[in-house]
């Protein structure tokens, strides 16, 4: 069993900067890649970035070269840094950590962390 547990929500105004982190503990093993999603209200869950195997990091267009992720892979833990926030950024944010084990991938999340961005 897998635990994700997420910190760094907050209001704050456009322009200013936020930083998320997720911690997990559990059954972590093999192949796996650490992100983050976010989901506005009347909106789908979205990819923010995402980091494989602490190596190759993937970002949504929305937010490259506002939002840097980085992992701390000896504690398991995955930042956000997010920098120049606009109100367009305010959503939930979650935590992933996909593991593939056998060629099955599995997903997990974290309970998700508020972030609002006034304009």
């Known amino acids: 069993q897998v635990q994700l547990v997420e910190s760094g929500g907050g209001l704050v105004q456009a322009g200013e900067s936020l930083r998320l982190s997720c911690a997990a503990s559990g059954s972590i093993f093999g192949i796996n890649a650490m992100g983050w999603y976010r989901q506005a209200p009347g909106k789908q869950r979205e990819l923010v970035a995402n980091?494989?195997?602490?190596?190759?990091?993937n970002y949504a267009d929305s937010v490259k070269g506002r939002f840097t992720i980085y992992r701390d892979n000896a504690k398991n833990r995955v930042y956000l840094q997010m920098n120049s926030l606009k109100p367009e950024d305010a959503a939930g944010y979650y935590c992933n950590l996909r593991q593939v084990l056998a060629g099955l991938a599995y997903d997990e999340w974290g309970q998700g962390t508020q972030v609002t961005v006034s304009s």
């Open positions: 980091i494989i195997g602490g190596i190759s990091t």
